[in-house]
């Protein structure tokens, strides 16, 4: 026999899943409907509109894809790469290196802009790689590098890659609805994003959304998508078109809970809700570096959501995260891939992102060095 469903109740202040708001667990427990009711087929126009505009996008192809934001990683590569192009793919941390991955096993030849850990690629390292790649088919970043905790800077990069033709694909997965991010006005070709960080809404979701021009890319492809579920040509008909089609089955209370929380974040208004990251990670910050945690990345690069610190000389990381956890009820993320072992990783994503989180926190850590 096994138990009934329990767990801790625990504050989310790691890289992912945040804290999800009442009102979402509440729309997320609504009595299931059919995936082609009328009645569903409206929500999906309702978040399709809300996308849009927590993209800040007029992009006519925005959807959701029904898995976490690795597949629509994989959407978008997929769609956009065909055996033979050549891409371009900043790599400084964890999800570059995925992106990499994903785009050799579409048949891409890559051609990496590697800079270290926590640092940002500029301007001049994507001159460098346009000149060993005149013509990328695309070039790809990481707006907010989560195993890091480093915000790329895109606007002036987007310049570059329209200029030698190419598309702007991006990383939002821990930007969204968290930090300055405006597709249109950036030039953004191709975007993809989660729903479990700062939207606050349960992971297994992914919005995404392509540019007229890279939906022309798309139209032109001349071999099959390799991937069947993830093929834009086929999943588009079930999320737009004037009829219908069946495509696959959605996850119906996921998206009754993106749809609520997608309420609550333009209710809140983009501009003040990165307002409030900004000032909540001053606060963390402040308190944070009092008790002799250090950044891991330089001040105008860092992210406000996903504070990467070094702990304070003889801690030992792995413990005092399980004693977070196990004594208090709070999640923070170690580090990733190089940082293993070596950093913590604070969010303070959605609704996660109060002082009132950032108090608790650091009341722990005080007790726990007492
Ligand atoms: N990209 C970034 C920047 C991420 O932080 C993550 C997850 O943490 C992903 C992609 C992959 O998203 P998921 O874990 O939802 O598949």
Redesign the pocket.
Known sequence: MYSELKTSTRILMG??PSDAHPRVLKAMATPLIGHLDPEFVTIMDEVKTMVQETFITKNHLTFVVSA????G?ETCLVNLIEPGDEVIIGVNGV?GG?MVDIAERCGAIVHKIEVEWGTVISTDHVKKALEKCPKPKLLAL?H???STGALQPLKEISDLVHNAGGLFMV?A??SYCGIELKVDEWGIDAIYT?T?KCLSAP?GLSPVSFSDKAVQVLENRKTKVQSWFLDLSLVKNYWGGAKRAYHHTAPVSSVFALRESLRIVLEEGLDNRWVRHQKVHQVLKTKLETLGFQYLVEEPYRLPNLNSVFLPKGNDEALLRTKLLNDYNIEVGGGLGAFAGKIWRIGIMGESCTNNHVNMLVSALEDMKE
């Open positions: 890289p992912g976490p934001g690795s597949a990683m999800f995925r990481v907010a590098e989560t990383d997965v821990t989660g479990q992971p």
